[in-house]
Structures are given as C-alpha cells and as structure tokens.
C-alpha cells in the first residue's frame, strides 16, 4: 500500500491486508483494538466460566463446560498469535489482567469498559449457578454468532482466515448451551431461569455498542466492520428470542 494512498482507496482498488508491514497507523490501532477486545472478553468469559464447571449437574455438562473453556482459550491463542506479529508480548499477554475478577451482580456500567481491561463489558459481571451459567452463555453465544459472522468478513486477511476457524466452534458452544438449557427446563423451576434471561438479556445486548456511533462509519470504511450495532443486536434480538420462545421462557 503506498502512502499516499488512502485505506478506503486501496480497499475500494481491491488491495489486501495480509500484514503488519503495509496497513496504516490509524488502520493499525483500529484493527490491535479490535483484536485486544475479542481476546480479552474470551479469556474473561473462559475464566468465568471455569469457575462454574464443578457445579454442572453431571459428569457430561462438566465436560462440555470444559471443552469451551479449553476452546475459549484456544480461540484468545489464535487471536495473540496475529497480535504477536504487531510487536504484542503474547506470553505475557495472558497474565496482565485478574481475568476471573468479576463486579457486583447490580453494578450498572451499561458499555463501560473496567481499567485496561478490554473485555466487553457483560463479561465483568458473575455467574451465580449453573442455570445462571447456561442461560448466559445461550444468550451470549447467539451474540458472538453474530458478531462473528461481521468480523470474519474484515480486511485484514489473516484475522479473517482466524475468525472463519473460529465461527463453527463458537456456533457450537450456543448450541450446547440450548441443549443444556433444555434440559433444565424439565426440572428446575420455569421462574428461575426466567430471572435469569431477564438479568442477562440487556447485559448482552449491550454488548453490540451504541448506535450512531461516528466511530462505527469510520471502521466501516476501513473494512473493519460491515454492520452497525443496531443491525447485529436487532438480528441477535430476533434469534435468541426464537429459541427461547421454543424452551418456554420469553425475551426480557
């Protein structure tokens, strides 16, 4: 890319990004804090969820609790890989934060994110049971679903190749969840896991940003993003409403 180029020019010429070496500074910010967000809120929502695995009401939820946490992890590896290459200290990287710290259950910081920490922000919040556990990770996996299928559409190449290799695991870890949330259906009492999905259901969507953000229009014309917030948390609404419609609970 030459440097009189503008992004938007070179995208629009059907020019790639493939490493650090030839995207700009503004782009290179950008595209670090899209990346430094993702790995933060997996390792934060692995954590959280470990935490959690010993309360599974059976050897088989413990192990598929395990497996996305094992898979959470592995999905924050691949992502500080592609980091390393824009002078990240990757080994390091994942010990300069308490990843397990949560908040208070009632603290209210809407999109806020705490200190240097990226994670997006539904993940500093505590899981309090397993069927609090399941229902969060349902509702949060619909979402990273979505999110996911913008960003395996974004310019820099190789972050695109990694959120390909990513979508169907993470596509898998909400499935499990509705497995798992089906299940408690049959015997844990309808009103409490409804407290729980009205509890969680405006944390996670928060988590798609706020609209009308100039920002956004901005990553937009970098090819770092596709879909404003409103789209993607209106498709998430639609979907995760469905499933929860089938089990027996309703949206909050």
């Not at 009401?57 to 992890?73: C, D, F, H, W, Y």
């Not at 990513?166 to 299940?183: D, M, N, Q, S």
């Not at 049959?186 to 969680?200: E, F, G, N, P, R």
Request: include cysteine; aromatic fraction near 8%; glycine fraction near 6%.
């Amino acid at each position: 890319m030459s440097e009189d180029m503008s992004i938007e020019s070179y995208l629009a010429k059907g020019g790639v990004l493939s490493n650090p070496h030839n995207v700009p500074p503004r782009y290179r910010a950008e595209l670090l804090k899209l990346m430094t967000s993702f790995v933060d809120s997996e390792l934060a929502g692995a954590a959280g969820f470990a935490d959690i695995i010993n309360l599974g009401p059976g050897i088989k939820s413990r192990i598929a609790a395990a497996k996305i946490v094992l898979e959470k992890t592995d999905h924050a590896d691949m992502v500080l890989k592609l980091m390393a290459e824009f002078g990240v200290d990757a080994e390091r990287y994942a010990n300069h934060h308490p990843w397990t710290a949560r908040l208070d259950r009632d603290a209210a910081i809407g999109t806020q994110r705490v200190q240097q920490d990226m994670r997006l922000a539904v993940f500093n919040y505590p899981l309090t049971t397993w069927a609090d556990a399941v229902v969060m990770n349902l509702l949060m996996g619909r979402a990273v679903c979505v999110q996911l299928a913008d960003f395996q559409m974004v310019s820099y190449q190789p972050l695109a190749e990694v959120f390909r290799t990513i979508t169907p695991v993470e596509a898998r870890h909400a499935e499990l969840a509705e497995e798992g949330l089906v299940a408690l259906i049959a015997d844990t009492d309808a009103a409490t896991l409804q407290t729980s999905v009205d509890y969680w259901w405006p944390r996670v969507a928060a988590s798609f940003g706020a609209a009308g953000s100039d920002r956004i229009e901005s990553l937009k014309t970098m090819g770092l993003r596709r879909n404003s917030p409103d789209e993607m948390r209106t498709r998430w609404q639609a979907e995760a409403a469905g499933v929860l419609k089938q089990i027996g609970l309703s949206p909050a």
